[in-house]
């Protein structure tokens, strides 16, 4: 098992920019695929971004590509989602997450560690 925090979230307006970062400890970082979801008030949680485990793949959702990076450094056990040209919609409480899985899978299914996620609000 391996425990995650995220930090980074804030209030920001339409246009601007934020960095989550998503620090883990417990077992091996590198032996993890990685990824990013967010959850809307009354909507289901939604995949926003993920990267493999040797950093080989990385996906964004098509709402965000062009407009969110994600990154990994295993050195630092830690997880990026550089966010920037946000817009309203983009508001939710965002999860980073952790699979073991032998397949790199998008599906929040694949994912067995959450982290108690960071509150991205943007203002129109």
């Known amino acids: 098992q391996v425990q995650l925090v995220e930090s980074g979230g804030g209030v920001v307006q339409a246009g601007g920019s934020l960095r989550l970062s998503c620090a883990a400890s417990?077992?091996?970082?590198?032996?993890?695929?990685m990824g990013w979801f967010r959850q809307a008030p009354g909507k289901a949680r939604e995949f926003v971004a993920a990267?493999?485990?040797?950093?080989?793949?990385?996906n964004v959702a098509d709402s965000v590509k062009g407009r969110f990076t994600i990154s990994r450094d295993n050195a630092k056990n830690t997880v990026w989602l550089t966010m920037s040209s946000l817009k309203p919609e983009d508001t939710a409480l965002y999860y980073c997450a952790a699979s073991r899985s032998l397949f790199y899978d998008v599906s929040p299914t694949a994912y067995g560690d959450w982290g108690q996620g960071t509150q991205v609000t943007v203002s129109s």
């Open positions: 417990g077992h091996t970082f590198s032996s993890y695929h």
């Open positions: 990267v493999s485990r040797g950093v080989i793949t990385t």
